[in-house]
């Protein structure tokens, strides 16, 4: 057993920092709203940090505060996408070797949202912390389609194409847009006989491997991944999922 607690000034002082929005004007009376608000939540030896106002009728604020909530970190496996380490020469090889053809590889940032770093730290040929985007891989073919791309859209592309491959990012989270588009992508793959010819990948700041499998997906991925790690997985994927595979 392994229990953590926050740390500020000391070990296991359960020292916290909390920052939210108010719908009221900043005001003396404000800050002691949010310090209310705060302790109604458990926390102790709450302290108004800031409190300012940012626009007609709303204020923001940074509070300190202490939780004696503890976790016990022993217990937590996070469900991540197997790991495969290759370098991009050594997929492309196994491409070679395992499917004798290039991959087809598809890849946006869909609905409204108009974000393209993650799709880009993945597809584009310069990739992300050294590491090669797709684009630069000599087996595959892959398409970056940018931003605001829905899921129609992309669904009719991956038709066209004989996709492999199709991975949907979605940085914009408010109001779960980042889950109905994901949702949206999934159910329509399934009702145009796709989602089991491909391997379909999802992507953002708040998607873990656990809620892109409970969306439909085969795997998702966070903040931080790099294009070989992504290119690793899948094409063990498929060569799980097409045993016969160049054959």
Known sequence: MKLVRPYGDTMDDGAVQLSFTLPIPWSDSADEAARRLVAKMGFTDVAVADGHAIAGGFSFFTVYARTAVAVDVSQIAADVPAPHAM???????????????????????????????????????????????????HELEAYNLGSQVAPEELVRFAREKSVDVLLASQVVTQKGADIANFTALAELLEAEGLRDRMVLLCGGPRVTNLLAQELGYDAGFGRGTRPSEVAAFFVHRLRERLPHAGV
Do not use: P, W
Request: hydrophobic fraction near 40%.
């Open 87 to 137: 370098s991009m020469e050594e997929i492309d090889l196994f491409i070679r070797r395992e499917f004798g053809r290039k991959l087809v590889v598809a890849g946006a940032c869909i609905g409204t949202d108009a974000h393209t770093v993650g799709i880009d730290a993945i597809m584009n040929m310069k990739g992300y912390q050294g590491d090669y985007g797709l684009e630069r891989f």
